[in-house]
């Protein structure tokens, strides 16, 4: 029988630079590398600017003797968004050209490799909620509704991987019952397969009848896995109308032909009910301005917990 030995770490010794003196610089003086690959959206910069603004400047911007950045691309951009003059930098004049770069990209990923858990971090968003903040929570950086879902999978804990809730049935593999132009009949009731963007659906299902009132919950435009996760306990299928591929005008076009086409199988008067992701409210304002000609009310539906959503009753 062999022994087995066990191996001991040795020290690694770590370079000891200069203590390090934060020294606060004139931002115009700081030159944004060209070259570095992360990229920040206008709406992370408004983030980042928004927890500036919360917290202060709490994380020294990164340069070299010349004052070219090594790290701190994001909170540059955002205190000149801001409007800062001055922000706190940190000069580091040891590394080598190709240690900068290295160490530009690992200041990134070496972030984004961490993960969560998810257990103390609802918990911490829940004490958050509880609180009577002096900041808008979001500042944190997530958004409203994700944080009311892991607030409420304290109350709902995932279940395992066999729950059968979770479990995609097995398509057939005949041909489907049900395709485009199919219309049913059941009783004094009637549906129709096809897309509200088609006029001809409409007068396939509706014929002379008019309708008093009208229900309909479009496509948010907004990707699932974002937004429908459940915090990755089910994993949903895209749309395949619009999922977050078309810009802001072509949902407006996309929603104003809906809307067109139900107004044109509607009676003078009648009340439409639209339901719509908040984060896609104006783009349904705008699209319905041509159609319909008041807007009625607007209704929050409230599920007990904060949640996203609204409804906009319209009158056609």
């Not at 600017?49 to 540059?76: M, Q, T």
Request: aromatic fraction near 6%.
């Amino acid at each position: 029988m062999k022994s087995a030995k066990r191996h001991r770490a040795h020290p690694v010794a770590i370079r000891r630079s200069e203590p390090l003196e934060v020294i606060y610089r004139r931002t115009n003086e700081l030159t944004p590398d060209p070259t570095n690959p992360r990229r920040h959206s206008r709406k992370q910069v408004r983030q980042i600017a928004e927890s500036i603004k919360a917290f202060g400047f709490s994380v020294p911007i990164l340069v070299d003797r010349d004052g070219n950045v090594i790290a701190g691309h994001g909170r540059l951009l955002a205190t000149r968004q801001l409007g800062c003059s001055e922000v706190p930098t940190l000069c580091l004049d040891h590394p080598t050209p190709a240690q900068v770069r290295a160490f530009r990209i690992a200041d990134n990923r070496l972030a984004e490799v961490a993960t969560w858990d998810d257990r103390l971090l609802a918990e911490q968003l829940k004490d958050f909620s509880l609180l009577g903040l002096d900041f808008r929570i979001e500042v944190i950086g997530f958004e409203m509704a994700e944080i009311d879902l892991r607030i409420e999978s304290l109350d709902n804990p995932r279940k395992g991987k066999d729950d059968s809730a979770d479990q995609m049935p097995e398509l057939p593999a005949d041909a489907p019952l049900s395709k485009i132009g199919d219309l049913w009949i059941l009783g004094d009731d009637r549906v129709l397969c096809g897309t509200a963007l088609d006029s001809a659906a409409f007068t396939a299902l509706m014929g002379e009848e008019r309708a008093a009132a009208a229900f309909t919950d479009p496509p948010d435009n907004g990707p699932i896995h974002s937004h429908a996760s459940g915090l990755g306990a089910i994993d949903h299928r895209p749309c395949p109308v619009t999922s977050g591929e078309r810009s802001g005008t072509e949902f407006i076009a996309f929603l104003g032909q809906v809307f067109r086409n139900l107004a044109g199988s509607s009676i003078d008067g009648s009340l439409h009910y639209v339901y719509v992701d908040w984060r896609h409210a104006e783009e349904l304002l705008v699209a319905s301005r041509d159609v319909y000609d008041e807007l009625k009310d607007l209704c929050v539906w409230v599920k007990g917990k904060r949640r996203e959503g609204l409804a906009l009753p319209q009158p056609a």
